[in-house]
């Protein structure tokens, strides 16, 4: 994590750290001004607050109510050598809490983090460099060396260069886009199964996780993960680019072509081919207009569309990037050291998520992987063995249906929950598809974060229902059938083998897509300097399901993004009309203004809390329509997950505006009270509220070029960095060209 730190007045300094800021000061003695902790103050709190963390964790996992738990820190000093500290962390458990759990408790403690890393000593380097922005310095293992030599470094099946070297390269391009990429964490809580989260350390919004058998191959995962989010504009996905991006030359890439509606908002001809047409369009309801894409929102310009190759025969088609957005999520795009690395990589997460969706839809019962089989990768085995001991089940399952397809899974249950994952791996190595099953079952998890999966179910509608495969997609929480742990499975177990070198095997996945009668379209970016595709299989590799075009299409945010950000500028008009298409949209009330306008406030703000429901409430107030608001109040508190402070605002506003409307009572008899119950600052702002003097309480004033969104800013300075470079080498190439001419 960067923590950037400021001068401010005296020696009052200011930290800022992802949406955060923090101030230290010293005491009066020391001649601060003593308006904040001092710096020490704060290292010495957090070793105390990281303790009663893991505490609540272990609580939490099983019921356990802490609110008579205490736990307190004293740090004691050696007299003789003041950096000689003794940390006694003292908790004080109630009575009826078993021998056990308080163990567990004395155990979770001991796993403090802050705690670990002192006792560890970090190691302090100390560095002057010319621009503290402008170093681009990763923080990751290794740095570019040259070429690797033939057979040096470590080299693991599916890579076309040792670990360090794809690390060193990595890195070396995310440097020379001004990325600095910091790990922000590690895990390896089981053998053989290592996990990280690496991001942008300016735009914290831009992060990957990565997953290996080994640090080093954890690593190179997460790194190639980052250059194909970027390379594909995944991190960018549903949000504004701002003006400027948005009345650029290009707005995506520059090979990126725009194309007009045609009549009655009809498609225009140069985009999709007919095949792609009768699977987005199969009842004829997709107009031109839902084809705008979000990320700059320019109607005028018309239909921004990206080039594909399409695999049969070469033919360029173009994809609106409204579409790709709003179907695939991150689906279907890789980077590798070669492009046949990252095809293979590419195609076999798309059968994994495919054969994943059908396996969990139709409740297919999965072979075992016999122990006989299993013992012949022994790292694997100890991994599975090791969450075994630790009192969780795990099946071990062949997910090839048969052997068609390179697809493997491993299922964890949880007997303290009753909660079940399952798990998928897919390559055209049996030992690599494995292997990926078990690493992507543990990636970023704790041993707590497995109590959070859902227990399975006979309700065929619940498994089968789209939005659960959503969820599998994105965080693998979705709900597992029953029928899958039945011990008498649907299909035979097959030893498959699918693997060659990577161009074999990238023909090799070609072929079955050729044979289930499936159509491709690949798009290749190398404009980072690594090779990165991005491949779409129409009516397969979809997330999303198509219909989302037409009736949950996250343009919808061009209704509303532009009155949003400018709200407290509109006169009662603009506000009433806002409000109409608010209740004529029927999105959900508790959807986040976040999501819909594509807008990244900072969530600790009451931006960043927002919802259509809250809106609403604040825009009737506006407009003097208390009823109404009354109303919404009283859904805001029934399902309020907003703070404190903000719930009691909403409590003190309930009140004031039911003897408001009361024709027998007078808000003067009671103002006294409610000024003693919620304080003078909230019924300042509540009464303010109700009689029109005070508008929109809480939000700051914004507008389209962003004012005071510094979150969403620094995402678009994220992007900036690759729209730049994107333009630069589209120069460099043009210039040769115009030469010849």
């Not at 569309?305 to 689906?331: A, C, H, K, M």
């Not at 039945?486 to 050729?514: P, T």
Request: proline share 5%.
């Amino acid at each position: 994590m960067e923590i950037k730190v400021n001068y401010l007045d005296n020696l009052r300094l200011e930290a800022k750290f992802d949406d955060f800021t923090v101030i230290s000061d010293q005491p009066i003695r020391y001649k601060g001004d003593g308006s904040a902790p001092g710096p020490f103050d704060y290292f010495l709190a957090s070793s105390a607050m990281c303790a009663a963390y893991f505490v609540k964790v272990y609580c939490n996992a099983r019921d356990i109510p802490t609110e008579n738990i205490r736990l307190s820190q004293n740090n004691i000093v050696d007299p003789e050598n003041r950096y000689q500290q003794i940390f006694k962390i003292q908790v004080e458990l109630p009575e009826d809490i078993s021998d056990k759990d308080r163990q567990g408790i004395l155990r979770s403690i001991d796993r403090c983090t802050v705690k670990k890393v002192v006792q560890t000593g970090p190691e302090f380097q100390i560095e002057v460099v010319e621009n503290i922005d402008e170093d681009a310095q990763a923080l990751l293992m290794g740095k570019a060396t040259g070429e690797a030599n033939p057979g040096e470094g470590t080299w693991i099946e599916g890579k076309d260069l040792p670990l360090e070297q794809t690390i060193a390269n990595l890195s070396g391009l995310l440097a020379d886009l001004g990325m600095k990429i910091e790990i922000a964490s590690w895990r390896n809580i089981v053998p053989h199964v290592w996990s990280l989260h690496v991001r942008d350390a300016a735009s914290p919004m831009c992060f990957t996780n990565g997953k290996g058998a080994t640090k080093e191959s954890a690593l190179c995962s997460a790194l190639g993960e980052f250059i194909e989010r970027l390379s594909c504009n995944f991190f960018y996905n549903d949000q504004f680019f701002g003006e400027q991006i948005a009345g650029s030359q290009f707005v995506h890439y520059p090979d990126e072509e725009w194309f007009q509606p045609g009549p009655d908002d009809a498609l225009p001809a140069g985009i999709l081919d007919d095949h792609c047409r009768a699977i987005y369009d199969p009842e004829g309801e997709l107009r031109g207009s839902n084809l705008i894409d979000t990320n700059s929102g320019r109607a005028e310009r018309g239909i921004v569309s990206l080039p594909f190759v399409r695999q049969s025969d070469g033919e360029t088609i173009y994809f609106p990037s409204n579409l790709i957005e709003n179907l695939y999520l991150s689906n279907g795009m890789s980077a590798g050291n070669t492009l046949p690395e990252a095809q293979v990589q590419c195609l076999s997460e798309i059968f994994e998520r495919a054969v994943k969706k059908q396996i969990i839809e139709e409740e297919i019962i999965l072979p075992d992987v016999p122990m006989a089989v299993l013992a012949r990768y022994p790292d694997i085995l100890e991994g599975v063995e090791a969450l075994e001991a630790q009192g969780f089940p795990v099946l071990v399952k062949d997910a090839s249906l048969g052997g068609q397809f390179p697809v493997m899974c491993v299922a964890l249950m949880n007997p303290k929950t009753g909660g079940v994952f399952a798990s998928f791996g897919a390559h055209p190595s049996f030992h690599v598809a494995l292997e990926r099953s078990l690493t992507e079952l543990m990636q970023g998890r704790s041993f707590e974060g497995l109590n959070d999966f859902l227990p399975p179910t006979f309700n065929s509608l619940a498994v089968a229902e789209p939005n659960n495969f959503v969820e599998h997609f994105i965080d693998s929480s979705g709900v597992v059938s029953w029928r899958f742990f039945s011990s008498r499975a649907d299909v035979e177990f097959v030893e498959w083998d699918f693997s060659g070198s990577n161009a074999e095997e990238a023909a090799g996945l070609f072929g079955i897509l050729e044979e289930l009668g499936l159509e491709a379209y690949q798009a290749v970016h190398e404009d980072l300097g690594a090779p990165v595709c991005r491949i779409l299989v129409p009516g397969y590799s979809e997330v999303y399901p198509v219909e989302d075009l037409v009736w949950d299409n996250t343009n919808k945010a061009l209704l509303f993004r532009e009155d949003i950000l400018n709200l407290h500028t509109l006169d009662d008009e603009r506000l009433a009309a806002l409000l109409e298409r608010l209740e004529e949209s029927q999105i959900d009330d508790h959807e986040d203004i976040i999501t819909l306008i594509g807008i990244e406030f900072d969530e600790n703000t009451v931006w960043g809390q927002l919802t259509i429901l809250e809106l609403k409430l604040l825009i009737n107030l506006a407009l003097g329509r208390q009823e109404e608001a009354l109303e919404r109040v009283e859904m805001f508190q029934q399902f309020n997950d907003n703070t404190v402070e903000r719930g009691l605002f909403y409590q003190a506003m309930h009140a004031v505006l039911e003897i408001t409307l009361d024709d027998e009572l007078e808000l003067d008899d009671y103002r006294h009270n409610l000024t003693r119950m919620f304080g003078e600052a909230t019924m300042a702002a509540v009464v303010g509220s109700v009689d029109g003097n005070v508008r929109f309480h809480g939000l700051t004033p914004t507008n389209m070029a962003l004012e005071g969104l510094e979150k969403h800013q620094r995402l678009i300075e994220s992007y900036q960095k690759l729209h730049a470079a994107r333009a630069a080498r589209a120069a460099r190439a043009a210039a040769p060209r115009a030469i010849n001419a």
